[in-house]
């Protein structure tokens, strides 16, 4: 079967499983037209961050859209922050966000349980009846300030065999600030956000992890002080992973213009800061690579760095922009591409491949345009930038959710 295969099939530490699983596809009739020489097939990849806004900001984002621009970008799996209305803290909660996925999801969608109530940091969500059915927990677009809550919620999410998926921010550090507390802040006069307000929260919950042995997910690191928590931690044994986003990779405060699609929550940091997160890349400190796909509105985001919305979209860009800017220069082979955008989150979260698998001709050249996404969030850094890389078809479960 597999000798058949005219496609190149990137299949990363999967193996030949995953080229039997394509050689099946491909021989059916439905799919044969993408098993061309042209192509390059990689296993579904797997975004363990991104907001899709139902329920409650239907407006942003919904999961029809969602999960059609994630298709569109070559995901068959995400994992959905809790940042909702109602948020998910009960099962109750839980249960608004389950029936829309169940109903409008085109890829499989895992929703995160919040860790607080209302994600207002004061006290534990219901863990217990959430665990069933949610990734890990998480109160990502805040941080969990008390480090005595974060203990408990550690404890009890060890106990339900669920990792903690951390938004490491302190508030107390934030002093008004939007934009990296770095040069570009200096020179035009903005107010900045210090490093330390995401280092700081890591390495107090290294050691909370050291003394409860959960497992322990952070979130969108961006500073090179976390590269370097997080390196020393997994020396010492701990279960960490992290992730980081695109636009950390391959964009700096030095990118920065007047414009709120520059603007989300970590910000771009410095050029020192980029090169220690693509380090941490090669070395295997960061274990996988997620979008944090934020979609707001067009008014949201309009109001520039300091008033616009923190978040900007990235789930149809994600791989364009990594393999344009990190694979073809030689930065980053791009079997360990494959690894970090499906392999590592699928094997940290648990989240099976089955008969996914989506089909890209890396030759095809394009310019980022966000009036062409499928999602209704369009602020992103990236607009006007030429990639290469475009997505064919995306297969979930053997069933054709995007072709191009
Ligand atoms: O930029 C961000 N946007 N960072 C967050 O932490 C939250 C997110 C959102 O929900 O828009």
């Not at 239907?58 to 621009?69: I, L, P, Q, R, V």
């Not at 534990?124 to 069933?132: F, K």
Request: hydrophobic share 40%; proline share 5%.
């Amino acid at each position: 079967m597999t000798d058949k295969i005219q496609a190149k099939v990137m299949t990363g530490s999967l193996g030949t499983s995953f080229s039997e699983t394509i050689g099946a596809a491909l021989s059916s009739p439905g799919f044969a037209v993408f098993n061309s020489p042209h192509y390059v097939i990689f296993p579904g990849f797997c975004d363990v961050h991104v907001h899709f806004r139902e329920p409650g900001f239907s407006y942003k984002e919904t999961m029809k859209t969602g999960s059609k621009a994630s298709a569109r970008g070559g995901y068959t799996a995400v994992c959905t922050m809790p940042n909702l209305n109602p948020v998910p803290d009960t099962l109750e909660h839980l249960r608004c966000q389950l029936a829309r996925i169940e109903a409008d999801a085109c890829i499989q969608v895992i929703p995160y349980g919040a860790i607080t109530m209302g994600e207002q940091g004061q006290t534990l969500a219901d863990l217990e009846a959430m665990a069933p059915y949610v990734a890990g927990f998480s109160d990502d677009g805040r941080g969990v300030q008390s480090e005595d809550l974060m203990r408990q919620a550690m404890l009890r999410a060890k106990a339900l065999g669920k990792p903690i998926v951390a938004h490491c921010e302190d508030n107390s550090l934030l002093r008004g600030g939007y934009i990296h507390d770095g040069a570009y802040a200096k020179a035009h006069g903005h107010r900045g956000i210090c490093s330390e307000s995401e280092w700081g929260p890591i390495a107090r919950d290294l050691k909370l992890v050291k003394e409860t042995g959960v497992s322990y997910h952070v979130c969108h690191i961006s500073t090179k002080e976390s590269v370097a928590l997080i390196r020393q931690a997994k020396a010492e044994g701990l279960d960490v992973t992290c992730e980081t986003g695109p636009h950390y990779l391959v964009m700096d405060d030095s990118d920065l213009q007047e414009d709120g699609r520059f603007k989300m929550n970590p910000p771009l940091r410095s050029p020192e800061d980029r090169e220690a997160l693509v380090q941490g890349l090669l070395d295997g400190t960061i274990d996988m690579i997620a979008t944090d796909h934020a979609p707001h509105s067009a008014e949201e985001k309009a109001k520039g760095l300091e008033k616009s919305a923190f978040g900007v979209v990235g789930i149809e860009t994600a791989f364009p922009i990594l393999y344009t800017c990190l694979v073809k220069p030689g930065i980053l082979p791009l079997e360990r591409l494959v690894e970090l955008l499906c392999v590592n989150p699928r094997k940290r979260f648990g989240i099976g491949l089955g008969q996914d698998f989506c089909v890209w001709d890396l030759e095809a050249e394009s310019v980022v345009d966000p009036g062409a996404f499928l999602s209704l969030g369009k602020a992103t850094p990236f607009a006007g930038w030429k990639t290469f890389g475009r997505c064919v078809a995306t297969v979930r479960d053997g069933r054709l959710v995007y072709s191009a």
